[in-house]
């Protein structure tokens, strides 16, 4: 017993001596990146409507088509532009970007209580841009309009978009984004949750509880040889207990450290 108690202390002091005393313990530096954005929760609208008949055998779902060709010569139903045709839809095809003017905070919330459902027939979208609508509890730190990036859930990559219009109300913002980039993802969506990129930040990732302040500048101790050296850093962005930096000073952080944190 005694000598378990032995090896126990000497393996305390051996932690101690090399900054990992019980509590603390060290992350390896990495390149990383942080999106720093809002959250939206939303509903995708396009000028669209649902016809009782099938799409033509001859077109592919997803083909772009004149509305001419897929009314079969119905110009008073359409203009005689461009289209897209697809078979089924969502039974909220009556929804309209129009029905948001004038924009507000109740007409957003009013179109996301619409309760889509399949719905037979062929969609008809006849307009090359589409628009989200979209509620956060957080303040948007852009003004519109402006030009922006959106995320949208199973959607690859950010769609460049527009930031139309803002409404704030009661603690919520309402935003209305107009985006003219048309794939058949897009036009599956309907009510989707989402982001507004706000900015994408780059460099060294660290734990945020491993970053000192010391007479006005920012540092991170790390591992090295068996003693603990400090390295000054520089903070770019902090997000969920995660902190992305930039060395700073003549000893330079770099990829692969061991920083000691808590």
């Not at 532009?81 to 507000?104: H, Q, V």
């Not at 048309?182 to 900015?199: F, H, N, Q, T, V």
């Not at 930040?201 to 790390?222: C, K, R």
């Amino acid at each position: 017993m005694a000598a378990v108690l032995f090896l126990a202390a000497c393996a305390y002091l051996g932690a101690g001596l090399l900054g990992l005393a019980p509590g603390r313990r060290t992350v390896a530096v990495c390149y990383g990146s942080l999106r720093q954005s809002v959250p939206l929760s939303g509903v995708a609208l396009r000028r669209e409507t649902l016809l009782p008949a099938e799409v033509p055998p001859d077109i592919e779902e997803g083909a772009r088509i004149s509305a001419d060709s897929a009314l079969g010569g119905s110009q008073a139903v359409f203009a005689p532009e461009s289209a897209l045709c697809f078979s089924g839809g969502d039974g909220c095809e009556a929804l309209s970007p129009e029905a948001l003017f004038p924009f507000s905070i109740e007409r957003v919330e009013a179109l996301m209580e619409c309760a889509p459902e399949k719905a037979e027939g062929c969609r008809l979208v006849y307009d090359f841009c589409w628009y989200y609508a979209a509620v956060t509890e957080q303040p948007c730190p852009v003004e519109a309009p402006a030009q922006v990036k959106l995320l949208l859930q199973d959607i690859e990559g950010p769609i460049p978009a527009q930031l139309c219009a803002i409404d704030e109300s009661g603690g919520s913002t309402a935003l209305l984004l107009r985006a003219g980039v048309m794939s058949p993802d897009c036009l599956c969506l309907r009510k989707c949750a989402g982001e507004l990129l706000i900015a994408e930040h780059t460099g060294l990732e660290v734990p945020a509880a491993a970053i000192h302040s010391d007479g006005g500048s920012e540092f991170v101790n790390i591992l090295t040889a068996g003693k603990t050296e400090r390295r000054e850093v520089e903070i770019i962005y902090t997000q969920d207990q995660v902190s992305i930096v930039l060395p700073a000073g003549a000893e330079a952080l770099r990829v692969g450290d061991k920083v000691l944190t808590e």
